[in-house]
């Protein structure tokens, strides 16, 4: 086997690139179509300009010292960053098995798992040896080779695809250029005398005091969203998939909210008054020491103090025109204390109110001239200089907060060469930003992106108010991990195993089929259903099909909570297990079972079937299936079904009688026992019918249906459930 | 709904039948043809008699005080057997839905479980407040009733077999007639002035002096058992299924042992000298104060002493030329001392020599002569007054033991309705009396019947005792109760559920498959195999159709004992869930899947699969499916495993990489966690592929083959293991 140093003496590739200040602005590639050969030049171009463009960033620190001081209390230092985008492309190409062999195993060790801001922000606290500023560049060397030599060499074809051997490199290129941004904040956060200026990045010489601001209509309008792989461009996980969208007409303040705009909001007392804050906001603001944006330095100025604005590597005087930098709950604090002093519906906008802004006012269109992919400044610029439509700075200049927490489109599927680069923010606790800022290139200004931080995390990013009384619907969107419900989740509206059908809707099925066939219900359609025992909802979705309304009930709160979700919102995340704790990501939606309709006509509520209210009587069909086995007294609603059913009704009741002492004591069990008195096997259904025998009257069954619950990628229970189902005659 | 009041008075039952002293004589019913009116009016009688003619055994009984005697301290006193009879009826009726309702709950719970001397021998303690005796007359009377209503009602066909509705009536017919018998010793067991003699039941007025024993030739042959339901006549469970046996000539003794002959070994201290007693004997000798057989009494005789015996209801002078009553561990105790005094290999027969020497005497066939279904005495009669060919008393007079553990023939099934008469007995500890006593009627006669009792226990039995070099192989015949061991021999002998192949068999052919395309082993005869995690030894068997020998290791010792049991004795008996505690008994046998002839080529053994010795090698093909995650450190197998294997050689492995950290710790999982250092998934593939790959060339797979267990009747594991096969390049 050859090792990776001959490999790379053999390698055709030209290293080392020659960059340029131009190189740093990208121009994204086309993936779908194209010519071999030269689609092999361009990625390999793309690559080595965003290769070495990251490593120019890092010039900006004055020593090497500098790449050892932490940002952040609760980050890495520069030296991991520096690494780490290095090392993504050896492990991701390891992974997807197109690498013979790692580069530096240490390294890669070392550089793979930091404190990604868009991941976990908790930070590893073990010793880091970190290796010299010089090695990591030795380092970085090599594994540009290897990636020239792989891009060399790798037989490819169109469309470049999830599954083509270029998406890793792709990825690791885009990668690469969410940490040229991210790392631009972290230096922007170093202390000043550790950075300097940098011709390559040059700060905007425009600042002067800031326009009126004010708002503008924004007609209503539809988000149509609709995108697959292939696509045209790179594009991580989360913009994949459908999602539509009606807009209400709003108003959209003109312009971002300007360093000065949001002054009168600090002078206001914005920072002391917990009043405009949400209670996270609060939780924040209590935490952190400053009283004013987090770029902003008070500095004093004679018998007063003046305001700078720290830059990436520089303080300036403060630009009062250029927009404020803040983290979301700065600015939604803002937005509560304009609306409250203006009496209006000042609120941040969703996503897709951003989305409708964004095609009203065509800025994708114009963002050649907007201060967007490093083609301007290194810094913000004033926020009345690029306007698109009636509005400014649509995209670019500084990110701009949405009040949505990042949620997947329908059809979301989680790549998976990097399964956590999305999954861990589908938590409702990742705010979307939308437009990009000066230093957002390739894919985070393709129009596509969905970049989403943690609330109060701080990017180049600040905020445009708009005007509306519509209320913005948040999706429910944390991933569904407690063992047991997941595995519910995925019984009831995740894959059929072993050609098994749905069981809920089996038996769902069963229910309407026996009530069809019920003289005693000939001509109703106003049949009540109870489902006892409902878990997270399939079935009882899947009955309001045909009855006019469904009860369900389970004891657990937790399958409630699912049931209510997929009521009020439509879907449901959760993640399963493939082989030991590593786990597969779903989504699923009432949609694609055609339940969207129906869902209205059922309620969920937490309910002890062995000790339920009075109040729940008088239904047409009960349904209780998969229960009885896990009651601690199963007899006692047995014997008072009936009292709840009308007369004529129908109990539709299965179980596979797997008795446990973990749920039922043995003394409570229907069957599956010798009697102690006859010394005889007693088993369940005589133990049933005994009990149901004295109210109601067998009418079908017993007769077994087959379901199967997922464990694990290859393990299942594979059982039978049997059926009998009760009248209670006139 | 008729109570069951009204329904007697509806009843054409002409009680109560006028038991006479002929009645007490049976004769078997035909039960597989017949005219409807003629049998229901043959079996009602045959339920009268019986029913009848057992309580007529009760008025040996002085009072009604000697019902509540215990006539052994193990064992309840007479009126629980009094009343347990009848709930049999009422008990087997009703599990078989038959019965309307039941006679008299109470008494049906009190009466239902008691000590059966074919079950369990341990009392329940628990106070019972027994009823009169008169009240349980009078419940007789009713049980009576409710039954003859039955017969007279009940619609029926011909053959009537086991899912006949007058099946279980024929049951509790001949469960009563065990007990005429059985409590026949019961009363014997009593004090003699507790019980009287009755004119029904005479004492045999014939005694004097024995006859000299002697053995005399029976000429080698065979037994061949065919037995099937539908069948003649009544039989229980263990009394159908095939059984053939080719028996060598042996001599056996003309006579049944009498008292004279066995009073030599008690005078010459047999009762003293543990060398002629098995450990169980002497534990037993060592526990009994008698120092002779238990019916025999001393009493003072002047200066001296003289012998009685203890008949049913009376004391009589020792009958000198009767045969001894003794249990199976007297009568092998005696074997050891005549063989001992000798130099002959005397011993008991064991149940295939008792048949040939049965058949060879053609006993059956002059049966109506014989001292048995109380045709002559109820008492045992002088050894030498039935001869049938060379031999006398080979069927009647007293049971004759036999070493034969009882054991199911192959295709064993046990009723459903009575799931504990032979089940409990297949211990080992149960062995088989054959030939009939005075007292035995019905079934007990017909010829099928088998019988069988723990060795210290006390019948009307007594022993014939045979002169034989032949070795007398004895089933091991413990139903395996352990769940997971049950669980596995279900997995690899038991039924295929949804439609799932047999997993063993199915991965033994991968194996063979295997080496049959692996060019290295082109014309090879003498390929070796080694099965790591062999379980219960399916898949080495399959592989022994094949493979020149199999070695099956696994690190459960009661895996390897099941193993190794198919292996020396062709089956295997356990227990599975059905639900609940409500088990399923199995038999399986190698035969039924051909095996029996290649399971010579098969070796078992225990062994650690991670610290295997080094003599475990030179093997052609290695074997380890569903082995590596229960491991608990799975890479240094693997690691390993080339060594064990020949140049050329194969390794067959699957898992479905099922990782839980009861059996494996998270750091020695091969997949199924998110890489330290790199943060990556590592599916478990990859983890073999890296150690594997270090000395192995994967030659086919990935592919899954599905498997199932069975967990109970309605709930399975059905599980995907991954198949990869390596092999060790020249």
């Known amino acids: ?144 080779a290897a990636v020239n030599e792989f891009i060399d060499t790798v037989e490819f074809s169109f469309p470049i695809d999830w599954n083509s051997p270029l998406w890793p490199v792709m990825m690791g290129i885009e990668h690469e250029r969410i940490h040229l941004e991210t790392s631009s904040v972290l230096i922007r956060q170093l202390p000043i005398d550790q950075v300097k200026p940098h011709d390559w990045f040059p700060v905007c010489p425009d600042a002067g005091s800031a326009p009126e601001n004010g708002v503008v209509k924004v007609p209503a309008g539809e988000v149509n969203i609709d995108h697959q792989d292939p696509a045209e461009y790179y594009g991580w996980d989360n913009e994949y998939g459908v999602h539509h969208a009606e807009v209400p007409e709003f108003k959209a303040a003109a312009f971002l909210v300007s360093n000065q705009e949001y002054l009168e909001f600090v002078e206001a007392g914005g920072y002391e008054t917990s009043d405009y804050w949400s209670e996270e906001g609060n939780a924040w603001r209590e935490f952190t020491p400053d009283k004013h944006p987090t770029f902003w330095v008070q500095k004093p100025d004679g018998d007063s103090s003046a305001w700078y604005l720290r830059c990436m590597a520089e303080e300036i005087p403060m630009p009062w025109n250029w927009p404020v930098e803040v983290n979301s709950l700065e600015a939604e604090a803002f937005c509560h204390w304009k609306a409250r002093t203006t009496g209006r519906p000042i609120r941040l906008p969703s996503e897709d109110e951003y989305l409708r802004l964004r095609e009203h006012s065509q800025a994708l269109d114009h963002q050649g001239k907007a201060n967007i992919n490093l083609q301007q400044y290194a810094s913000s610029t004033p926020v009345d200089q690029f306007r698109s439509g009636d509005f400014y700075d649509v995209v670019g200049n500084v990110w701009q907060w949405t009040q949505t927490p990042i949620y997947p489109f329908d059809g979301f599927k989680v790549h998976p060469i990097y399964d956590d680069f999305t999954t861990p923010t589908y938590d409702n606790k990742h705010n979307i930003i939308k437009g990009g800022s000066w230093i957002s290139t390739g894919n985070e200004i393709n129009g596509h992106s969905r970049y989403a931080f943690r609330r109060h995390f701080f990017q180049h990013a600040g905020f445009r108010y708009i005007e509306s009384d519509a209320e913005v619907k948040t999706h429910f969107s944390t991933y569904e991990t407690d063992d047991s419900v997941a595995q519910y989740c995925e019984f009831h509206y995740g894959e059929e195993y072993f050609g098994v059908p749905s069981f809920a809707k089996s038996y769902a099925q069963i229910a309407i089929e026996a009530a069809k066939t019920n003289a005693d219900f000939a001509g109703r359609s106003d049949l009540k259903v109870l489902e006892v025992g409902c878990s997270v909802g399939r079935a009882s979705f899947e009955m309001a099909h045909y009855f006019d309304s469904v009860l369900g009930l389970d004891f657990s709160a937790r399958f409630i909570r699912i049931a209510d979700q997929l009521k009020e919102q439509g879907h449901v995340l959760y993640t399963i297990p493939m082989e030991g704790e590593v786990m597969e990501f779903k989504e699923k939606t009432l949609a694609e079972y055609g339940l969207s309709d129906v869902a209205h006509k059922c309620e969920f509520m937490q309910q002890d079937a062995v000790n339920m209210k009075p109040i729940f009587q008088g239904y047409d069909v009960i349904v209780a299936v998969n229960l009885i086995d896990r009651l601690y007294e199963p007899a006692k609603f047995l014997r008072e079904v009936h009292e709840r059913l009308n007369e004529g009704g129908l109990l539709v009741l299965a179980s596979p009688y797997t008795w446990l002492e973990e749920f039922t004591e043995k003394e409570h069990w229907l069957g599956g026992y010798k009697d102690e008195g006859t010394g005889e096997n007693v088993m369940t259904l005589e133990g049933i019918t005994e009990i149901l025998g004295e109210n109601l009257q067998l009418v079908d069954g017993p007769f077994e249906v087959p379901f199967v619950i997922r464990e694990t990628k290859r393990k299942f229970q594979h059982s039978l459930s049997e059926f009998t189902i009760w009248k209670k005659s006139k």
């Open 1 to 144: 086997m050859q090792s990776q140093a001959q490999k790379q003496q053999n390698s055709t590739s030209s290293l080392p690139f020659k960059l340029t200040p131009s190189d740093l602005v990208t121009q994204n590639i086309i993936l779908d179509k194209g010519d071999v050969a030269f689609k092999r030049a361009e990625i390999k171009r793309y690559f080595n300009q965003t290769f070495e463009g990251y490593e120019k960033l890092f010039e900006t620190l004055v020593s090497d010292e500098a790449f050892y001081l932490r940002p952040c209390s609760l980050r890495h230092p520069l030296i991991f960053y520096f690494g780490h985008t290095a090392t993504f492309f050896v492990n991701k190409l390891t992974i997807a098995k197109l690498l013979p062999e790692r580069v530096n195993p240490r390294f890669e060790s070392m550089f793979a798992i930091g404190v990604d801001e868009m991941s976990w922000d908790d930070l590893n606290d073990a010793h880091y040896a970190w290796p010299s500023v010089d090695e990591v560049r030795a380092y970085r060397k090599q594994v540009q």
